[in-house]
């Protein structure tokens, strides 16, 4: 008689655990868990940072204010910088080494008279020599410690007298100029200084002293070329 072959059970019993001391050995069926691979394609360049503010034409940026409308002045040290420059502008302003308010309408004042008696000699220059008058001009400029600001109530000003081509230094600077300016009330003491490295008059006019220089542009209209084309470079050379 053949042997009948055992039926296995389903489903099959549960192992028993490992002893301690031995690895379990996984099954060759068991297949790990799927895992999301990220995904790598070809590469971008990272974004282009945004364009720098630039400061409008004229200047910096505005500033910021805070909500009280006024910037603040913070720091101890700062507010007391400024209390010591408030301290010795008043002592000089006592003492007279700042020029008063007054002081500087009675110097601007000068200065606008001085271009007025220089436009008047020009029109004389003109009609001696048979050139229209409406053509010539000439004006003053003014260089030095004036024109920066450096100056106290006793200090001269520095004007430079810009002539037309047709008005020479010898004669019509040192000679007719001169006897125009003393037969002006508020001028006196003319002196000229003609072997000067720098030719020029010295005299004061309504109490103030100014030194005059000469300088002769190779036109004709010399004041409106000292506004564009000269003022520059007479200064450099003058200043």
Request: proline share 14%; with cysteine.
């Amino acid at each position: 008689m053949a042997a009948i072959a055992p039926v296995p059970c389903w489903p099959p019993p549960p192992l028993a655990p490992p002893a301690a001391g031995l690895l379990a050995v996984a099954s060759p069926s068991a297949s790990p868990d799927p895992q999301t691979l990220p995904f790598v394609g070809p590469g971008r360049p990272p974004p282009r940072p945004p364009p720098p503010r630039l400061p409008r034409r004229g200047g910096s940026p505005p500033q910021q204010l805070p909500r009280g409308g006024e910037p603040r002045i913070g720091g101890p040290i700062f507010v007391g910088e400024i209390r010591v420059l408030s301290t010795v502008t008043q002592f000089l302003k006592d003492e007279g080494a700042i020029p008063s308010p007054e002081d500087e309408k009675r110097r601007e004042k000068v200065i606008q008279e001085l271009k007025e008696i220089v436009m008047q000699w020009a029109k004389s220059v003109a009609r001696e020599q048979s050139v229209p008058q409406r053509l010539a001009t000439a004006t003053v400029l003014t260089y030095g410690s004036y024109t920066l600001g450096a100056h106290g109530p006793e200090s001269d000003i520095d004007v430079l007298c810009v002539g037309p081509c047709i008005a020479t230094l010898q004669y019509h600077f040192f000679v007719v100029l001169r006897q125009i300016l003393e037969g002006r009330p508020e001028v006196s003491g003319v002196q000229t200084v003609e072997s000067a490295k720098v030719p020029l008059m010295r005299f004061r006019f309504a109490g103030i002293a100014i030194d005059l220089t000469y300088a002769q542009l190779p036109v004709i209209d010399a004041s409106k070329a000292s506004r564009f084309h000269w003022h520059h470079n007479l200064l450099l050379f003058f200043g």
